[in-house]
Structures are given as C-alpha cells and as structure tokens.
C-alpha cells in the first residue's frame, strides 16, 4: 500500500517557470489537501479539494493552482515561480467518513526557486 | 493571528525520563486535536489525536491530555526514546471538524539523549 505518493521529491527553478507537482494516493480518500513547510512555521494550507471536480483555497493560494479531475491525483501547478515559493510542500489525504480520522502525508517536494 | 501555539522550539530530555510537549490553541470552536510527528526529509506521521469530549487519550507511550478551559494540550511521552527525536507538530481541523483543513503549530523539536 503506497499510501501518498508526490513526486519530484525535489526541484530547482528558474524565477518565471512554471511546473506540477504531483499528488497521487491510493486509498480512495475524499479529501486532499496541500501544504507548504517553512522554516521555523508550521504546515500551512494551500488548496483543498473535498472530491473530483471540488477545490477550494486555502491560508496561502496566491501563485498556485489546483485541479481534481480523479479520486486519486491531486497536482499543485506553480505558475510563475517565484523566490518566495522556495519551500518544502506535502500532499495530505483522508477519508470523509464519520468521526475523525487522521490525515496522511506524502514525503514531500523540496523545491527550490532560483 | 496564530490559532495554535507550541510555545517551545524544543526540547531536550534523557532517555527513559519523561517528555512533555506543549500546545496552546486560541480558537474556542476546535473540538479535535491531533499530534504528528516529523522526521527530517520525511512527511508528518500520525501520533496521536484527542476529541474534546475527553481530557485524555492514551497510546502506549504516548499520552494526550486536554485542558479545555485553560485551551491547553499537551503531549506526554514516557519513557522517552532515541528514536522518538523528531519534529511534533500540534494540529487542529478548523473546519467543522474536517481533516481537510488543518491548523498546525509551529512544531518542536524534541531531541531524547541515549
């Protein structure tokens, strides 16, 4: 069982580029759900998605996309990488259901703008 | 405004003595509350969660106490461990309860010395 699966686990960009990171789980989990780590912060949401055809935005979306065309692949698109967007970004999963459940983080994306 | 707190970069503890991981939280309407922990170059894991119709939850080392009046948790590990030396991040669903949309701590750095 994979569980969630990003990839790359890093990158480095040029100010102006643009790219996908990718969000794949396997555990037909409703929810997704993308975060940035910065040094010394906590985890901070980007965008969401509570099931195919349904984002939302999160605390900080400004300069990034998102879609939800399966259950199962979440991708975050940078439009115009910036310094700013130098991070470490994780791809969070969980299930609807009732009560409440944990959410499940993939490894990670480093990524660096240059 | 920081919705919720760890107050301590770290901590550094002997192995086999106790550790005690502090959480504050500012927003009344958070009824849930999860601890992950980290490791370098890793996603956040699933520790431990609480609900706030209990003031606390045990899992084997690993104790949540929840002191809702004073919005205060805490995270206990006896006895601590080398392997328990991570990154612990405080975390609570600010949506209705829903894991989609979770509110992290800054996190604290827990070192246990063999």
């Known amino acids: 069982n994979a569980g969630v699966t990003q990839t790359p686990k890093f990158q480095v960009l040029k100010t102006g580029q643009s790219m996908t990171l990718q969000c794949a789980q396997d555990?037909?989990?409703?929810?997704m759900s993308w975060y940035r780590q910065d040094p010394g912060m906590g985890l901070r949401l980007i965008h969401y998605?509570?099931?195919?055809?349904?984002?939302d935005q999160g605390e900080v979306p400004n300069g990034y996309n998102v879609s939800r065309s399966t259950t199962e692949d979440f991708p975050l698109r940078l439009l115009s990488a910036a310094p700013s967007q130098t991070s470490v970004y994780f791809c969070?999963?969980?299930?609807?259901?009732?009560?409440?459940?944990?959410?499940?983080f993939g490894q990670g994306t480093r990524l660096t703008v240059v | 405004d920081q919705q919720v707190k760890q107050n301590s970069p770290s901590l550094s503890v002997q192995e086999g003595r106790i550790s005690i991981l502090n959480c504050d939280y500012t927003?009344?309407?958070?009824?849930?509350f999860l601890w992950y922990k980290k490791y370098p170059a890793e996603g956040p894991t699933f520790l431990i969660s609480?609900?706030?119709?209990?003031d606390k939850n045990e899992d084997g080392r690993f104790t949540v106490f929840l002191n809702k009046s004073a919005k205060h948790l805490s995270l206990h590990i006896v006895p601590s461990q080398p392997g328990d030396s991570a990154v612990y991040f405080c975390?609570?669903?600010?949506?209705?309860?829903?894991?989609?949309?979770?509110?992290f701590g800054k996190g604290t750095l827990l070192t246990v010395n063999p």
């Open positions: 927003n009344s309407m958070f009824d849930y």
């Open positions: 969070a999963s969980s299930y609807a259901g009732q009560g409440k459940t944990e959410a499940f």
């Open positions: 998605s509570v099931g195919a055809g349904i984002t």
């Open positions: 609480i609900s706030s119709i209990k």
């Open positions: 555990m037909n989990h409703e929810y």
């Open positions: 975390a609570a669903p600010n949506s209705g309860g829903s894991n989609y949309k979770l509110t």
